[in-house]
């Protein structure tokens, strides 16, 4: 690559080498995309959902594929804030940038979680306030501005790193959520998570109907437009950066979002077919810009937003 090109984006004091990063719950922990390709050469990837506690998630069926996209009802199967310290937390050490995501029922799990992140200087969090695939916390707290706002102020009390706070698109008016997170101390916002949606299979046998029903968050090409929309939404609300989520496959796709407003972006659904897409579209960018004399990202935003 050539070297004098800048392709930095600052979110709120942290730096990430280039505008690409993967999506919380579609990437694991890291190690799970290394063979692909070098995982250390995108701007940072974005764990799993950590809890206080480990997680076996819903022991229904978890994914259903849609016509543009698929509804996953996980429900935050993960390790545990303590086998994530030990185990996952080194190896995301040796070179790598990268974000927690962090989730709780409760506010007070969520600052027990933020206090263990600054406690083992973890640079960057990512609060989900907005997977819909839970019982209890995440969206109920991502949905009211003021439930928002005491959770992200708690948590920034005893958390002093890059705080990104995850936002839910199923609100009716996502600014006021927008600034109620910002107001609380939110160095970035992150949006959008996917959307409530429902699959159906039917299959006719012997006279009758069988049905299987799958209830969760749509995610994929399918929810770009609506990303887009509230993605420029949010950055004309807030003064602190945006990084766009949904239904990201190609650089046009990245540079749609960074015209709408984001500062970077996070590559989700396309990672499960796609397990090299993040490292593809570095170097696309790259090379684009390259090609066209643009020296930097902000440059580079500056033309789309002409």
């Known amino acids: 690559m050539v070297e004098d090109l800048d392709m930095s984006v600052d ?3 942290f730096i990430i080498k280039n ?3 993967t999506a919380s719950g579609t990437y694991g922990y890291s190690l799970e995309y290394g063979r692909f390709f070098d995982v250390k050469k995108i701007g940072a990837i974005v764990t799993k959902a ?3 506690e480990p997680r076996e998630g819903n022991s229904w069926r ?3 594929e849609t016509d543009s996209g698929m509804i996953n009802s996980i ?4 390790v545990g804030i303590e086998k994530f310290i030990s185990e996952k937390l080194p190896i995301l050490n040796n070179g790598m940038n990268y974000v927690v995501n962090i989730a709780g029922s409760s506010v007070e799990e969520y600052v027990r979680l933020g206090e263990i992140c600054e406690e083992n200087k973890i640079k960057a969090v990512e609060l989900n306030v907005s997977c819909p695939n839970v019982k209890c916390g995440c969206l109920e707290f991502g949905t009211d501005e003021k439930s928002l706002h005491n959770l992200v102020s708690r948590v920034r009390d005893v958390y002093k790193g890059c705080l990104i ?3 839910t698109p199923n609100v009716a008016e996502i600014e006021k959520i927008a600034l109620a997170a910002q107001d609380a101390g939110a160095n970035c916002l992150s949006a959008i998570n996917t959307l409530k949606g429902m699959g159906i299979k039917l299959r006719w046998d012997k006279g009758k109907f069988h049905k299987e029903t799958v209830s969760g968050g749509l995610s994929g090409r399918a929810i770009k437009p609506v990303a887009l929309s509230m993605v420029s939404r949010i950055a004309k609300s807030v003064d602190i950066p945006v990084i766009g ?3 990201i496959y190609t650089m046009e796709d990245v540079f749609e979002f960074l015209c709408a407003g984001a500062a970077a972006v996070q590559i989700g659904t396309a990672n499960f077919t796609h397990p090299d897409i993040a490292g593809i579209l570095v170097d696309e960018i790259h090379d684009f810009m390259y090609e066209n004399g643009i020296r930097s990202i902000k440059q580079l935003c500056d033309l789309l937003r002409e």
């Open 19 to 21: 505008p690409i990063m």
């Open 75 to 78: 429900g935050l199967e993960n």
């Open 245 to 247: 989520i949904g239904g």
């Open 11 to 13: 979110l709120g004091g």
């Open 50 to 52: 950590i809890t206080l």
């Open 62 to 64: 978890r994914l259903f």
């Open 165 to 167: 706070v995850k936002l």
